[in-house]
């Protein structure tokens, strides 16, 4: 047997741990492609901007347009119901009304029901929501049922004063 | 805590025996070449398949209004989604790579012969349902390679007697390849690989009852044979990061090697492309195809090149142990037939004109007569080897194996 061919176990050790560790390596990293050709792609992502004409929404009117796909309420408040609102801290989730609109003309809130997703329905006070019977005010705040949060206000900014860019 | 895990399992379930019987201590011949390396590939390729195409199914839309479009949209906007197309295509030239490299060792060694026969059967049938497989897979990009070579090989079985019409119309569920054609093509290109996986299981298990053969073709000694694991588990997986580098050259430098510029064009049932040819790993049988200038004799001797793999255990009569190493003749056979199959290929990729239709017909000629003249060869060899005098200690194998062999009748 010459020196060469002696088996050094500690090396042996060393080269199949870092080979065992270098393939799972490999096989982990090889799934990320297929992981993330289940993630949206550019184009859907794409969608996710939305320009929205305000021209011709008249004070009182809900405007309900797509975003990614989500109806956005887009709803041009009257003088009362601003007064009313700013006076109002919410439910059971308060909020200054302020604090949930750019201009107090517009309230801009995902028409998504945050207890289950469905979508509410718009009364005189508000929204009330099919499903379960979630109750919220005319500033999207939630009033009273199973709903834990306030309607969700999207990321958006006014482009001029009759023209929004939700996204 | 992992052993009374273990404990637990193997009072329910025959976990640890199982590893035992079939992978620490499951006996390999320890002189097994690198050609041995093949069984495993076309187990991995086979996988690679099945996870690629899963994933690339979750975006094609099987329709012939969206198909085409639904590539494109794979290849430009999914994330990563030409990495999956690509593997995927070149993947299934891997897999007849692989496959025909697995099945000429087996020639070659003589692994097909008694006992191995159902072993040999069992990978006949893969080879079938690869072939469906993979003809199904070509038509849904729905360009005009796809959509002519479907159109051409459903034709084919419009040589059947009696009901050829029908039965064509019923493969296509239509008149022409269509949009339920598409759709059935889909429905069992996603079917049939896992019906592949249930059949590799049955090649397995037959594998590991007759156990694999080796170069010398002789079963040998216990102690000639050491553990799968770790010995053949790290071999296979060395064979594997080679193939690896090689699959990933075509992957990410020549994607394009395999694919027919045609097929970017849509299908168009109103035209059809100036020159048609099939994927390369069909050319042979579709060369044998056309040089029978006649429909149904074309289609039989097409089928017949296919089938006649499975007749290999009864056209080889010789009862001497080995394989073509030890057998010039056999050898001889096996080199005109690898050399015969290229030029089959490649008159099969040309149009048939010329001389390319005589060379075809003979070639197809030279293919059916080195299996048919296989026995009366293999007994003359036989006969030769005998007179020049065996080396010794062979003469009581080949008696060992006839006796073994009518023992088990």
Redesign the interface.
Known sequence: MSEQDKVDPERRDFLITSTTIL?VAGAAGACW??I????P???VKSEAVTEVDLQGVAPGAVHTVPWRGEPVFIFHRTQGEIAAMEESKGGKDPQPDAARVKNPDWLVVIGICTHLGCVPNKTAKGWLCPCHGSIYDNSGRIISGPAPRNLDVPPYHFAADDKIIIG | MTNRVIAWIDQRFPLTSFVKHELTEYPTPRNLSYWWNFGFLAGFVLVLQI?SGI?LA??YKPDIHLAFDSVQ?IMR?????W??RYLHAIGASAFFIVIYIHMARTLYYGSYRAPRELLWWSGQILLLLLMATAFMGYLLPWGQMSYWGAQVITSLFRATPWFGNDLVLWLRGDFTVSDATLNRFFALHYLVPFIIFGMVLIHLVALHAVRSSNPSGINLADKDNIPFHPYFTSKD?YGLGVFLIVLCGFVFFKPDFFLEAINNVPANPMQTPAHIVPEWYFLPFYAILRAIPDTLGGVVAMVMSIMIFAAMPYLDRSKLPGGARFRPLYRLAFYVFIIDVAVLSYVGAHPPSGVLVDVGRVATFVYFATFLLLPPVSILEERWLRARGLPPGLETLVVGEDDKVGAEK
């Open positions: 393939g492609p297929l993330s050709s289940m993630n792609t550019p184009s | 996870v994933f979750m975006h949209y906007e999914v994330n990563y989604g990495l999956l997986f």
